[in-house]
Antibody, heavy 116, light 111 residues
Framework: EVQLVESGGGLVQPGGSLRLSCAAS????????MSWVRQAPGKGLEWVATIKPDGSEKSYVDSVKGRFTISRDNAQNSLYLQMNSLRAEDTALYFC?????????WGQGTLVTVSS | QSALTQPPSASGSPGQSVTISCTGTSSDVGAYNYVSWYQQHPDKAPKLMIY???KRPSGVPDRFSGSKSGNTASLTVSGLQAEDEADYYC???????????FGGGTKLTVL
């Protein structure tokens, strides 16, 4: 059974940093593109970042470029999102999802709240 | 990156059909056959319902179908059932720079 379990969310002050993790199981992690998608409270979905299976290609939404870094550890079956210079508008539930454009499996999300 | 345009709401009675539109541009929906649709129930993770415009993942009922014409994609739900009541989001590839863009979402109500 495919499982994606996010962790690392929490309350952080504006300008602060947070590192999200996603533990994957039930499939060959190293064969799949992986993505982060977020959803602000009461709002719609927003793609954040995507990484190639070997980590050699990464793409980001414009609003996080230069602040967020997506990475992965295929030996640990884990996906990460390093978030720096956090802003209030980054407040959202962050989902880890399998896939590049078609995300066929999603985690339950981890909540990031940016507030003073 | 601009979000794709979806109607905020749609509705239908049980057994009826409803179609949700998703309008983009010649740089996203119109340029690629990489449009997908997601269903999201309250406080749940999204679920992939349609990918590559018309394809259904295993386990998705054939009551759900997708299509595209020009810069507009559509999701049709036939034979509406109570459990179809949810938010639906379209999504499209948008090129190497903007990569992926979502629609604003449509709340489907089964009357």
């Amino acid at each position: 059974e495919v499982q994606l379990v996010e962790s690392g969310g929490g309350l952080v002050q504006p300008g602060g940093s947070l590192r999200l993790s996603c533990a994957a199981s039930g499939f060959t992690f190293s064969n799949h593109w992986m993505s982060w998608v977020r959803q602000a409270p009461g709002k719609g979905l927003e793609w954040v970042a995507t990484i190639k299976p070997d980590g050699s290609e990464k793409s980001y939404v414009d609003s996080v470029k230069g602040r967020f870094t997506i990475s992965r550890d295929n030996a640990q079956n884990s996906l990460y999102l390093q978030m720096n210079s956090l802003r209030a508008e980054d407040t959202a539930l962050y989902f880890c999802a399998r896939g590049r454009i078609n995300n066929d499996y999603w985690g339950q999300g981890t909540l990031v709240t940016v507030s003073s | 990156q601009s979000a794709l345009t979806q109607p905020p709401s749609a509705s239908g009675s049980p057994g009826q059909s409803v179609t949700i539109s998703c309008t983009g541009t010649s740089s996203d929906v119109g340029a690629y056959n990489y449009v997908s649709w997601y269903q999201q129930h309250p406080d749940k993770a999204p679920k992939l319902m349609i990918y590559e415009v018309t394809k259904r993942p295993s386990g998705v009922p054939d009551r759900f179908s997708g299509s595209k014409s020009g810069n507009t994609a559509s999701l049709t739900v036939s034979g509406l059932q109570a459990e179809d009541e949810a938010d639906y989001y379209c999504c499209s590839h948008a090129g190497s720079n903007n990569f992926v863009v979502f629609g604003g979402g449509t709340k489907l109500t089964v009357l």
